[in-house]
Nanobody, 128 residues
Framework: QVQLVESGGGLVQAGGSLRLSCAAS????????MGWFRQAPGKEREFVAA????????MYADSVKGRFTISGDNAKNTVDLQMNRLKPEDTAVYYC?????????????????????WGQGTQVTVSS
């Protein structure tokens, strides 16, 4: 069964850090962009960060730029999200996703409908 599994979520105080990890089973990251998204209660799923399959390009939502870092390891088939200086508004379920195959040099995107494989999510709660 093809699946993405997120881990590393939890409860942290504002200003703290968490590192999320996404691992793939029967699914390769090689040649695919990867992304992290989040969804807070009552809100739509929103883009957080993306990384190209080569790791050479990254993109971030304005709300997390300078605080979050996405990284990937194709050999291990994992993609991580380091989250620093967390804020209560970062509270959400965080999902990793693999983008659909796309031509080389296509820019990164934060559009959820461009991603076809999704994990089940991991809860991140930031207390004030």
């Amino acid at each position: 069964q093809v699946q993405l599994v997120e881990s590393g979520g939890g409860l942290v105080q504002a200003g703290g850090s968490l590192r999320l990890s996404c691992a793939a089973s029967r699914l390769s990251f090689t040649n695919y962009d990867m992304g992290w998204f989040r969804q807070a209660p009552g809100k739509e799923r929103e883009f957080v960060a993306a990384i190209s399959w080569s790791g050479g390009s990254t993109m971030y939502a304005d709300s997390v730029k300078g605080r979050f870092t996405i990284s990937g390891d194709n050999a291990k088939n994992t993609v991580d999200l380091q989250m620093n200086r967390l804020k209560p508004e970062d509270t959400a379920v965080y999902y990793c996703a693999r983008r659909r195959a796309r031509p080389v040099l296509t820019p990164l995107t934060g559009a959820p409908n461009e991603y076809d494989y999704w994990g089940q999510g991991t809860q991140v709660t930031v207390s004030s």
